[in-house]
């Protein structure tokens, strides 16, 4: 991988991810409402957590993976159909939102992962910082691209273990466990 390419752990611990923080406040309904309306399911797109197991992730994500078997797209990494527009367009809104802590809708995301970069640094892991490409909406830190991803510097030895260390940290600061 070239050392100008950045990783952002965060949005591969998205699939690895504290409680979902709630969207709104819950309101009565008022005799001008429908009833039809106050009967209908919710739209809202399930929301990934920095605890879940592999098991919770497969719950989550199977209404998106769903809508892809539905098009014949392969599952990552395997030779298949790709994604077009229409699939995308379909399939898209099912794909579950990330852990709170990291959303970039989140207006302390940002501190979030301030503090997941320092507890890293604290566990040896010297080259990281927060990311600030939030286009995949999440919010979270990066290995910066003065040295080789694969090469970690500081007694962390590999990716893996900044990954697993990355998502130990988020739980950490989030006071999960």
């Known amino acids: 991988m070239k050392p ?12 690895c991810s504290a409680p979902a923080q709630p969207t709104g406040v819950a309101s009565l309904v008022t005799s001008s409402a429908s009833s039809t309306a106050a009967a209908a399911p919710s739209t809202e797109r399930a929301r990934q957590r920095l605890d879940m197991t592999d098991a919770d992730r497969e ?7 769903k ?15 790709k994604v077009d527009r229409a699939t995308q367009q379909e399939c898209d809104p099912l ?20 503090k997941t970069v320092a507890c890293l640094r604290a566990k040896g892991v010297t080259n990281v910082e927060v990311s600030t490409n939030t ?14 991803p694969n090469a970690i510097t500081g007694p962390v030895k590999g990716i ?16 999960i466990r």
């Open 4 to 15: 100008s390419c950045l990783l952002v752990l965060a949005v591969a611990l998205a699939a």
């Open 59 to 65: 719950v989550v994500y199977a209404p998106y993976q």
């Open 67 to 81: 809508c892809l078997d539905k098009h014949g797209i392969a599952p990552r990494g395997t030779e298949g159909k």
């Open 95 to 114: 794909l579950p939102l990330p852990p709170w802590e990291l959303d970039a809708t989140n207006p302390d995301a940002h501190a979030f992962a301030e």
């Open 135 to 148: 286009e995949s909406g999440v919010v979270g830190t990066t290995i910066t691209d003065e040295v080789d």
């Open 160 to 175: 893996d273990e900044v990954m697993t260390l990355n998502s130990a940290c988020q739980q950490e600061v989030a006071g």
